[in-house]
């Protein structure tokens, strides 16, 4: 029993030690409180850089898998070869470009579509428009009538080892100002390039690569 001199009563001992626990749950309350303050304050910032992260995994189809799966079949279909760091880095920009892929319309030319078919599922995929062609005939109703961003062409059609040149005539007939990417493996830059020739990727990935840089050129164009 506490005495009238001696030992402090429990009546006394815990208002003292109610103090002493909350004086030690202040700082924890006042770091929730500061974290609070800087969710709400950079929340936009914060959504915004996610947003283009996001973007880009519905745009490929919700699994990065699903672009690495089509690259890989379209080098296959190629038969060309590509090192593990040109693929990665083919895949980094597919990811990082979804935004600017997004809308994209692109003409494919080709007698043989058979063989283009992972690399048309894979820019499908990727939010883009694709409409494939077996001619310049079947081509040029819709390159008329129709705003592309990018044209892909072969050479060779039917026998006719200049149809892929020939067509380039036809859009300067029509005055159809859109770039045009030669995909062959048997392009032979010494034979000489024609001036309406953006590019002549010859695996894949090069022809990932041109199309992201032509879309990317289309957008800063439209700003």
């Known amino acids: ?133 077996l001619s310049t005939e079947e081509a040029t109703p819709l390159f008329r009538r129709r705003p592309y961003d990018i044209i892909v062409s072969d050479i060779d059609r039917d026998g006719d080892q200049q149809a892929g040149i020939k067509m380039l005539r036809v859009l300067e007939q029509y005055r159809i100002d859109v770039p045009v990417l030669i995909y062959t493996g048997r392009f032979d830059p010494e034979r000489g390039v024609d001036r309406r020739i953006f590019a002549a990727p010859t695996t894949p990935v090069e022809l990932v690569h041109y199309v992201i840089d032509l879309m990317e050129r289309a957008r800063l164009g439209s700003l």
């Open 1 to 133: 029993m506490a005495t009238q001199y001696g030992r402090v009563s429990d009546d006394d001992e815990m208002p003292d030690a109610l103090w002493i626990k909350l004086i030690e749950t202040v700082p924890a309350v006042l770091w929730v409180a500061f974290a609070a303050a800087v969710y709400f304050t950079l929340r936009r910032t914060l959504i915004q850089r996610l947003v283009p992260r996001l973007t880009a995994l519905r745009a490929l189809g919700v699994e990065v898998e699903l672009a690495a799966d089509l690259l890989d079949r379209a080098q296959d279909e190629s038969q060309s070869t590509v090192t593990a760091t040109a693929r990665r880095t083919a895949l980094g920009r597919l990811e990082h470009a979804a935004d600017v892929l997004q809308g994209g319309k692109i003409l494919w030319v080709d007698d043989r579509p058979q063989g283009n078919v992972p690399l048309v599922e894979l820019f499908r995929a990727a939010g883009m428009h694709v409409d494939v062609t």
